[in-house]
């Protein structure tokens, strides 16, 4: 009976062609990433959606704002503004500081100091896969986003753009347990690899050895090794270090210094192009080479580690 | 025939709203698979509008919207659907409480399937709420079942007899 009102191929075959273009797609997904484009497609199908759901959200900010009092905003501006003439008294101590920084490093030959270009993106208040973390931001290709592209809030590193639409992107945050991000020891120098643990507020600093000179409240920078984030932001501050006899690594664990699961709002990081001025071994070189590509992730890291010993070199 | 699709597109888009819409920290682990619930009932009541292939194309979205590997959904939809479908006229006669065991069995598979793709990706979940979703699915498929049904009389059949 079912073949008269069934046409095409039957449930079977179709069934068993999905399923294979399923595998296939995850398999190509996983191993190549070369579905963007296709995903990127998809994403701005599902768009309306998401910023319909978003909407209601978006409002009620918009009418806490427009129905607050005249008051608390007098009280508010106020507030801003003392705050910004704290900051701005701090900014010139932090503009000589870093007038002389540039100065010392034209002395020692080193790389210029790098910029980053910023852009506010706002969270859009959907939820994604509930065991990992993910947030989805209403900034896309068409405002030059890029996979692998460092987010930040005001407190410090919050992770990495993995997929981008047309008009909407999708960030990994740092606590996802397939991130890992390269850090340093802000007291000591000491570099490491914070992984994500899954949970939105613990990382792991894994293989460190029992011996090693780490204390809870040391304040883990971002190095700027493999090239995806930049170097100097504050990652995570250490909350627990244990030494369990008869392991061979101690167990550090961390709290993310953003605020990963409060910030409604973001900053896309782009980096300027002095900083890929790669590959480059003598230091008389490096004026010339500024906008030689980086090669590789590795390369860029051993460098930047011959130049910092030629930098101590000299210094001696 | 035109309408039933239009309503149960309608549906499927209401879904998919449903199961992505943001909920508090303590119920996401909670949140019923909606779309695949909605599914299910569209395959039993028109198989021969909506069966695999709108179920692949809506797991994919659903991946895509949800960060997961590109065919992760896709894969378990596709399967649950099948079975949907090929015992749909054994599924439309049984009591309200037989689909649910069976819908139960199917929403099960899947989520194994899920669980399967992120431990070989190696982040496997810890926490046995993964498989939570599954049993807020089955207990909300009556209600599912008799709104869809509502909808579908109203939107549809009524007109036909006019």
């Known amino acids: 009976m079912q073949t008269l009102f069934i046409r095409g191929p039957s449930a079977t075959v179709r069934m068993a062609v999905l399923v294979i273009a399923s ?8 191993r190549w990433h070369s579905l963007e484009i296709v995903r990127s497609a998809l994403s701005s199908v599902i768009y309306p959606l998401q910023y319909s759901i978003d909407l209601p959200i978006r409002l009620f900010y918009w009418a806490d704002e427009a129905l607050s009092s005249q ?5 508010k501006n106020r507030e801003f503004q003392a705050r910004h003439l704290e900051n701005r008294v701090q900014l010139q101590k932090l503009d000589i500081i870093e007038k002389e920084n540039d100065r010392l490093r034209k002395l020692l030959s080193a790389i210029p100091k790098t910029t980053e270009r910023l852009l506010i993106s706002e969270i859009i208040n959907v939820d994604v896969d509930p065991y990992r973390q993910l947030i989805l931001l209403n900034k896309g ?15 410090g590193i919050m992770g990495q753009v993995i997929h981008v639409g047309p008009l909407s992107s999708t960030a990994m945050l740092i606590t996802d347990a397939s991130h890992a991000i390269p850090v340093q020891v802000n007291r000591t120098g000491l570099r490491a690899i914070a992984s994500g643990s899954g949970k939105i507020d613990q990382l792991n600093l894994r293989h460190l050895p029992q011996s090693v000179d780490i204390k809870v409240g040391d304040l883990l920078i971002t190095s700027g090794l493999g090239g995806t984030f930049p170097p100097n932001f504050p990652v995570a501050i250490i909350s627990k270090v244990e030494r369990p006899a008869g392991e061979s690594f101690a167990l550090i664990e961390a709290k993310p210094h953003a605020q990963l699961d409060k910030s409604r709002e973001v900053l896309l990081v782009w980096r300027n192009k002095a900083e890929q001025a790669e590959p480059v071994t003598k230091a008389d070189d490096i004026a010339d080479g500024q906008n030689a590509d980086a090669d590789s992730d590795k390369e860029q890291s051993v460098t930047k580690e011959k130049r910092s010993d030629q930098r101590r070199g000299n210094r001696e | 025939m035109n309408k ?3 309503i149960g597109m309608m549906t499927i888009i209401g879904a ?5 819409m943001p909920l508090p920290d303590w119920a996401v682990e909670f949140r019923p698979e909606w779309v695949t619930l909605v599914l299910i009932y569209w395959a039993m009541a028109v198989p021969a509008r909506i069966g695999v292939t709108v179920a692949w194309f809506t797991g994919l979205l659903l991946d895509v919207s949800y ?3 590109m065919g992760q959904h896709a894969i378990g939809m596709v399967l649950v659907i099948y079975v949907i479908h090929i015992q749909h006229q054994r599924l439309r006669v049984a009591s309200l409480m037989q689909q649910a065991i069976v819908i139960f069995f199917l929403l099960l598979i899947k989520q194994l399937l899920s669980l399967w793709v992120d431990g070989m990706l190696g982040h496997a979940p810890d926490s046995w709420l993964y498989f939570m979703p599954t049993i807020t699915s089955t207990l909300l498929w009556p209600w599912t079942y008799l709104i869809l049904r509502d909808l579908r009389r109203k939107f549809s059949v009524e007109k036909h007899f006019q």
């Open chain 1, 23 to 30: 595998i296939t797609l995850m398999t190509v997904d996983h």
């Open chain 1, 71 to 75: 008051q608390t905003l007098l009280e």
């Open chain 1, 141 to 155: 290709s068409s405002n030059d986003v890029h996979p692998g592209q460092p987010i930040i809030d005001a407190l």
């Open chain 2, 4 to 6: 039933t699709l239009r």
């Open chain 2, 16 to 20: 998919f709203m449903l199961a992505i």
């Open chain 2, 67 to 69: 960060g997961t590997l």
